[in-house]
């Protein structure tokens, strides 16, 4: 196990013929003895082999020049008998976004001040205090809206 990871951390070296010496009798030795190893050097043999195939430069024509500056001293004199073109008003787009966001902030700010009712409706809960005959002494009962429950809280009776 130990000596596979060696050899395969080698096997790239091995290939290129960079490795030398001991260290390339070790990988020879080991590939010969293992098969995984082998197959492993095998696979990456064939696809170098493919990459370089791939690689392969391509012979490629020279390029035609013959019209190159015949074309650019048409396009210069085409440019002298050119007419501008006429100026249009273009659509101003931050004009027209900015007419609307004002438009929607008055409106919204007209709104929110007419709209702006309030409902007075039942109090959800209801508070009320009663005097003790203690003097420094006070009861509160909070009891919630249309439910069978009260809450008593008594001040000041540190009797």
Known sequence: MLSCLLARRRIGAYLDGALQGPGAASTAS????CGHCRRQTEE???????????????????????????????????????????RVRRWRPKWALSGALAAVLL?????????ST?????????????????????VMVYSPHE???????????DD
């Open 30 to 33: 080991h590939l010969a003895g």
């Open 44 to 86: 990456l043999r064939r696809l170098r082999a493919r990459l370089q195939h791939a690689l392969t430069p391509i012979a490629v024509a020279d390029p035609d020049w013959t019209g190159f500056w015949p074309g650019i001293v048409r396009g210069i004199e085409d440019g002298r008998h050119a007419r501008p073109l006429p």
């Open 107 to 115: 409106a919204s700010a007209t709104f929110w001040q007419f709209g």
């Open 118 to 138: 309030t409902v007075q409706g039942e109090p959800s809960i209801v508070v009320s205090s009663a005097d003790t005959e203690y003097p420094h002494g006070s």
């Open 147 to 157: 439910q069978n429950l009260a809450v008593v809280w008594i001040f000041g009776i």
